[in-house]
């Protein structure tokens, strides 16, 4: 089944205590992409990457790193957590010429 | 900067009206536009429009872009409980050289018995 897929679904975590959140998509996609969900503030890019090892920062990269060493992973990378990154995260992920974009499940992260 | 403005922000219907959702646009270098449904979970996709006038139907919902006035908007006709949801709008800018899709910040649609 076509899909992309991230893990964990649900995080609560302590300030300063790095995590990553994993996303894979088992369609061949190039362009990959993270958001952020906050209730008043819809969905806001984070990071994309249209290829292996090319990525670029979307509107608020700040306190996110991102890594593209294969095609199928995307993998989030907080490096210091702090409560204002609790939200609701969703990876992305289109054909490279394609108009659909296929969502993930989404993480919801707590950050205490 | 480019910028997505749904509006209502929300909206309480009862079953069997008909609702229409606006969405209005300001961006640099337009390539489409896209409606999602989204129920406490990752949004679905609804339509993807690219071309002025043409309307998108699935079932009771269509859509319709106007490119020169810059604006699309999603009707639900015979509505029911189930067509509660955020819709969400975005306009994808991508380029030669970025991904971009920028969301406007949803409708809320609540469909009461």
């Known amino acids: 089944e076509a899909q992309v897929t991230q893990n964990p679904r649900y995080l609560i975590t302590v300030t300063g205590k790095k995590l990553t959140v994993t996303c894979s998509q088992n369609?061949?996609?190039?362009?990959m992409s993270w958001y952020r969900q906050d209730p008043g503030l819809g969905l806001r890019q984070i990071y994309y990457?249209?290829?292996?090892?090319?990525?670029d920062k979307g509107d608020v990269p700040e306190g996110y790193k991102v890594s593209r060493k294969e095609k199928r992973n995307f993998p989030l990378i907080l490096e210091s957590p702090s409560p204002n990154q609790t939200s609701l995260y969703f990876c992305?992920?289109?054909?490279?010429?394609?108009?659909?974009?296929?969502f993930g499940p989404g993480t919801r992260l707590t950050v205490t | 900067e480019d910028k997505v403005v749904q509006s209502p922000l929300s909206l309480v219907v009862h079953e069997g009206d008909t609702v229409t959702l606006n969405c209005s646009y300001e961006?640099?270098?337009?390539?489409?536009l896209l409606w999602y449904k989204q129920e406490k979970k990752a949004p679905t996709f609804l339509f993807m429009l690219?071309?002025?006038?043409i309307e998108k139907k699935s079932g009771r919902l269509s859509s319709i872009l106007d490119k020169k006035e810059l604006f699309s908007i999603l009707n639900i006709t015979a509505t029911q409980t189930g067509d509660s949801a955020v819709y969400l709008c975005?306009?994808?800018?991508?380029?030669?050289?970025?991904?971009?899709?920028?969301f406007g910040k949803g409708t809320l649609l609540t469909v009461n018995p």
């Open positions: 992305a992920s289109r054909l490279q010429g394609a108009y659909e974009q296929y």
């Open positions: 369609m061949n996609h190039e362009y």
């Open positions: 990457s249209m290829n292996v090892e090319v990525t």
């Open positions: 961006v640099t270098n337009f390539r489409s």
């Open positions: 690219t071309s002025s006038g």
């Open positions: 975005a306009v994808d800018t991508s380029g030669g050289s970025n991904y971009k899709l920028t």
